[in-house]
């Protein structure tokens, strides 16, 4: 009687959730569960979550080349070799736009979206309407306020508001009624917020020492244990050494145009002992480790405290939890591509990633969850290790092609100075110059010859070249134009030649890093996107995709619709439902509502 009471109440909140066809096979379903245990194929008690993954983790390695899974691979052993071993390795997947920084490739993974569709157009902007340089997550509204943990008092507003389309994590949070947990972690707010969404149970970065996060975000009583017992500061002292004997690496000892962090030299080990190798942990120490191992180790064990906290993976629907791997991106703007610390600080984090992974084995079940793992954009050769090829390679001086560009106004009588900034690629006009440009036919001919003229100029595109995604055979205009969101993007483009590093550094100063990113040539775009577990079909994919294409694979397996139509699902790497990929009971489900 009992038994039949359970059922009564359980067939009744079916009802109210499921349409009639899925009700009639979820009542089939529920005749197969009422008989003996014996006669039972599985035991299962309904949720939002059956049929699918019980959690999805999205992993960013920030910086990572693809081509860093194809040289390394063989000396991995752990996180990272498993990704390709068991899972769906897509080896020909790039960005197709030209604004291949970390705030545009966060925000492209996470909402299967283009700039010109997701707005995120850069790490910074330069912003019309306050005339000054904004961050993609600073933001204006007065009632947001970053928060720290463990009595840390960080300054500023971060907050995912300008990203214009919600991320695949709100939406699968939305369209399933709230089940779902949103927890992510990243050295960087503009990873951690944009793989969040516009809010979320706990969305953290790594600020002056200290875990940080802001007002629409949950606060978690385990991350404050966790910043109170482990902080990172903790890990002054300690030191990088080389994993592995000398000859397992690739490069010369010293990477060649390299610039360490402060307190390092060029060889290994590098200590974590901050400017001067005393005393206290200083702003220093503090780029150290987000430089070292011990960041990426410092990310795993928030994770994993995040797994066992929340219960991430056992709850009634799925759950969704990111990482954003930053030390990558530190270790290759100082090091480069070419350096022994690149090719260490990948075997550290296959570490991590199987620690990782062993961590949601045991807590969540092998199968039940699914991983996906990629990066936001990939890094030019350090420009002096490049010339030593004897190709052209080199350092394109933005200050010095400002200086070009205001001299060649000058006969036009245009304001003074004419240009309010140039960063990266875009250069903004200061207010009613380049409308006046358009309609002056030879002052806009005067700058063009002018940026042609600078070193390691390719080309120079204007704004009204980009509008609307025109139709062109030109790859390096459609990029520009995939990065384009008007009011938010230049004026004018500066398209780099391939192997010219954009440079901000004022004349007579050295710079500060070794090498970047940013550009529409393939060592920036081509990144790895591999994918495991739950739903995923095994294998290796040559055919060209782009991360866009993440998200809407991830919204596919958990059944919901996302907005955008940049990305495509990713079918080939996904098990069809009648190919044993899922129970019995789902493919009765299937059979019966056809
Ligand atoms: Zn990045």
């Known amino acids: ?79 990272l070799k498993r990704l390709v071993e068991e899972g769906a390795w897509f080896r020909d997947a790039a960005y197709p736009y030209a604004a291949t920084e970390t705030c545009v490739g966060h925000s492209t993974i996470s909402t299967g979206a ?116 482990h902080p990172p500061k903790a890990d002054f002292g300690k030191t990088w050494a080389l994993s592995l004997p000398e000859k397992s690496y690739w490069y010369s000892e010293k990477a060649l145009g390299a610039v360490p962090p402060d307190g390092w030299d060029l060889t290994f080990p590098h200590p974590l002992r ?65 350096s022994r610390e690149i090719q260490d600080i990948l075997i550290r984090l296959d570490k991590d990633l199987a620690d990782l992974f062993a961590h949601l084995d045991k807590n969540v079940g092998r199968g039940n969850y699914v991983v996906a793992l990629s990066a936001d954009h990939g890094v030019v050769p350090v420009p002096e290790d490049m010339q030593t090829t004897g190709a052209d390679a080199g350092v394109l001086h933005l200050p010095e092609l400002q200086e070009r560009i205001e001299k ?52 120079v595109y204007r704004a009204d070249e980009l509008m609307n995604r025109p139709a062109t055979q030109s790859p390096t205009l459609r990029a520009f134009a995939l990065s384009y969101f008007p009011g938010r993007s230049g004026d004018l483009f500066i398209v780099p030649k391939p192997y010219w590093l954009m440079d901000s550094t004022p004349a007579g100063k050295s710079r500060s890093y070794g090498t970047g990113h940013g550009t529409p040539y393939n060592y920036d775009q081509h990144v790895p996107v591999l994918f495991m577990g739950y739903g995923i079909q095994p294998g290796e994919y040559f055919q060209s995709i782009t991360p866009a294409d993440i998200a809407p694979t991830l919204a596919a397996l958990c059944g919901i619709t996302l907005a955008p139509r940049d990305g495509h699902v990713l079918a080939e790497a996904l098990k069809k439902r009648m190919s044993g990929a899922t129970t019995e009971k789902a493919a009765l489900g299937r059979s019966t509502s056809q």
């Open 408 to 459: 060649a106004l000058e006969p036009f009588n245009f304001p003074k100075p004419a240009i309010a900034r140039i960063t990266g690629s875009d250069i903004y006009f200061a207010q009613g110059v380049y409308e006046k440009m358009q309609h002056d036919h030879a002052a806009m001919l005067a700058v063009i010859d002018a940026s042609l003229a600078q070193p390691g100029v390719a080309a």
């Open 1 to 79: 009687m009992a038994h039949s009471m359970t059922c009564f109440s359980k067939r009744f909140l079916w009802s109210a959730v499921y349409p009639e066809p899925r009700r009639a096979a979820l009542l089939l379903l529920f005749f197969f569960l009422s008989l003996p245990a014996g006669a039972q194929t599985t035991a299962a008690k309904p949720s939002k979550s059956e049929g699918k993954p019980k959690l999805v983790v999205l992993l960013v390695v920030d910086q990572m080349r693809a081509d860093y899974v194809d040289k390394f691979l063989f000396q991995w052993t752990g996180g």
């Open 114 to 229: 283009f700039p010109p569709t997701h707005g995120m157009v850069a790490n910074a902007w330069w912003d019309r309407k306050e005339q000054k340089m904004v961050t993609c997550t600073s933001d204006l509204d007065p009632n947001v306020k970053n928060i720290g943990y463990a009595g840390a008092t960080p300054g500023g507003a971060d907050t995912a508001w300008r990203m214009t389309v919600p991320s695949f994590a709100e939406e699968l949070k939305f369209q399933t009624g709230g089940v779902t947990r949103i927890v992510t972690f990243s050295l960087k707010a503009r990873a951690s917020l944009t793989m969040a969404g516009h809010k979320a149970d706990a969305a953290t970065w790594f600020e002056g020492g200290n875990w940080v996060t802001s007002s629409p975000y949950g606060v978690q009583p385990f991350i404050e244990e966790q910043a109170k017992a």
């Open 274 to 338: 901050g400017k001067t190798g005393t005393g206290e942990p200083d702003p220093a120490f503090y780029s150290q480790w987000a430089t070292s191992p011990y960041a990426d180790t410092a990310l795993t064990e928030l994770a994993e405290k995040a797994v066992d906290a929340l219960h991430l993976g056992n709850g009634s629907g799925t759950d969704f939890l990111a990482v954003g791997y930053s030390t990558v991106d530190y270790v290759g703007h100082a090091f480069g591509p070419r």
